[in-house]
């Protein structure tokens, strides 16, 4: 295949380059604005939970939770959860039906047929 590039005037192609580099340089640029967000996010956060005359706490101990708590706190969420249901019969009925065959099993409907 053969392009005849002759008949592209200069400044249609002035036009594509100049296109061309303005996509490329906004998409680099939102790289770098979606890049550099979540520092600006969190310098923000930080600046407003900061008060005026307040510093950083860097090493704030962390309470020791043991098994028995962690115990007392499972059979609270379970015994909260468990009432909020209400108490329902289960009634399971099984009836013979007398009609067994049904198409909708039946292999000969498939989708797929031998072409002979």
């Known amino acids: ?8 005037s200069g400044s249609a192609l002035t036009v594509a380059i100049v296109a061309y580099c303005t996509v490329f340089f906004a998409l680099a640029l939102f790289a770098l604005i979606f890049g550099r967000l979540y520092r600006v996010r969190e310098f923000i956060r930080a600046r407003i939970a900061r008060k005026p005359g307040e510093t950083e706490q ?15 706190i499972g059979t609270a969420l379970y015994l909260f959860f468990s009432e909020l249901h209400d108490e329902e019969k289960y009634v399971m009925t099984i009836r013979k039906v007398s009609k067994t065959y049904s198409p909708w099993s039946s292999k000969i409907y498939g989708i797929w047929h031998k072409i002979s």
């Open 1 to 8: 295949m053969n392009f005849d590039f002759s008949n592209i």
């Open 58 to 72: 860097e090493n704030v101990p962390v309470p020791e939770v043991t098994g028995d708590v962690n115990a007392a």
